[in-house]
């Protein structure tokens, strides 16, 4: 759609380069949480100034997040969010020996626990958008949604840190000097514990070695209990089985889900 160079693409967004800035397009957004209608297909445009808001929130408290530009439309169904585009790598990368992955995931974590000491009130509330999530997937039943609505409850203590949503090792970038987290789209307040859950899952999934260690890391560095990070696992896999997936990874998801008690 954009004559330029793609350098990155999402279940629905594609990312271009202009010189030094990242265009990230919006096409027939599907996330309609954010939406005022469950049944109603949200407004591009909604979708973009809604990133938009929360990664100037995220800059604006310090962390290392690129400056967005603004939002503008470009057609009925297209609408791109400009930004600071970051000529970076990947945190981890294939070919990293044992040593290189494991401080790579020290370095998340460090990231993240920052990224969880900003109070985050005003954001969307974590706990409502996990809910949204439970109650509007097709892949469970309605005992077991009450079931995870009722941990959920449980889980829920109140807290407003901000929490990523997604913060996993494609998401932050290294440009040689400085580490950069991107990708803001999910971005709420609420526990840093379910917000580790999220990335434990991501690693559980993708990088199944490594999830432990991240878990101790945070734990660590945190000072949590993992007992307390895997208390939210039900919920967390729940809330992910509206993802783009194939059928093998969500039967996966589905079997962690029905562990709740």
Known sequence: MLDLEMVGQGA????????????????????????????????????????????????????????????????????????????????IQQGMDRDERRNAIHILVNLQCKVHKIHATGLPNQAERLAWKIKNTKHLDSPLKEKLLSLLTNLDDGSECLCHGDFHPLNILYDRTKYWIIDWVDTTAGSPLADAC????????????????????????????????????????????????????????????????
């Not at 690129?66 to 609408?79: F, I, M, Q």
């Not at 999934?205 to 999830?211: G, K, L």
């Open 198 to 261: 999220r990335t434990y899952l991501i690693f559980k999934q993708y990088m199944n070695r490594s999830a432990g260690i991240y878990l101790k890391a945070f734990c660590m560095e945190s000072k949590s209990k993992s007992d307390d990070v895997l208390a939210w696992l039900p919920v967390v896999a729940a809330a992910r089985l509206n993802e783009n997936m194939d059928e093998k990874s969500r039967a996966w998801l589905i079997n962690l889900v029905k562990e709740v008690e």
């Open 12 to 91: 629905t967004t594609k990312i271009y380069r202009d010189g030094n800035t990242a265009i990230k397009l919006y096409v027939n957004a599907q996330d309609a949480w954010s939406s005022s209608s469950q049944s109603e297909r949200p407004d591009p445009h909604d979708e973009a100034d809604n990133e938009a808001e929360r990664q100037r929130f995220a800059y604006n408290s310090g962390l290392p997040v690129p400056a967005v530009y603004g939002v503008r439309k470009l057609s009925d169904n297209a609408v791109a969010l400009d930004m600071e585009y970051i000529n970076g790598q990947p945190l």
